[in-house]
């Protein structure tokens, strides 16, 4: 039974080859792609929770120098209350749609795997090909048995 093992032949290409369309072609992940979505999407709910909680603060910071009584010692303590537990709702939603995301890894913006096109894929094969047959034929030369023997018997 035979095996067939497909490797994936890879080196490197500077960023303006992998811009040419003429020299190779993205391989674009779907997965990748929705997780980059969905990660972005994250980022601009969690944007959103940082300014609602300013947005709040910014009240509560207004209505406190608008009041102006003699609880005033009372109030600092329930406002200073409120801004704790204001702020521990938002680091609870924050860390809730962190753990939602999972663990965070690196996307860049350009895919990472290739395909190359078929004329410049042929050539690379020709390439290495003609190399193992140099070597081959170098081998074959240091072995002096393969050179044919003078004849012996006369005429």
Do not use: W
């Amino acid at each position: 039974m035979a095996a067939h093992v497909v490797e994936q032949d890879y080196f490197y290409v500077c960023p303006g080859h992998l811009k040419d369309r003429g020299f190779c072609s993205p391989i674009i992940d779907e997965a990748e792609v929705a997780a980059r979505r969905k990660k972005e999407e994250m980022d601009r709910e969690i944007e959103l929770i940082k300014e609602e909680y300013d947005e709040r603060m910014k009240k509560k910071k207004k209505t406190a120098k608008d009041k102006k009584s003699k609880e005033k010692e009372d109030e600092k303590k329930t406002e200073e209350e409120e801004a704790k537990q204001a702020e521990q709702e938002k680091n609870d939603k924050i860390k809730s749609l962190t753990s939602k995301e999972g663990a965070p890894s690196p996307v860049d913006d350009i895919p990472r795997i290739y395909a190359l096109h078929k004329n410049f894929y042929q050539m690379r094969l020709d390439r290495i090909r003609n190399s193992e047959i140099a070597k081959r034929n170098r081998e074959r030369l240091k072995n002096p048995t393969v050179f044919p023997s003078v004849p012996k018997n006369e005429l």
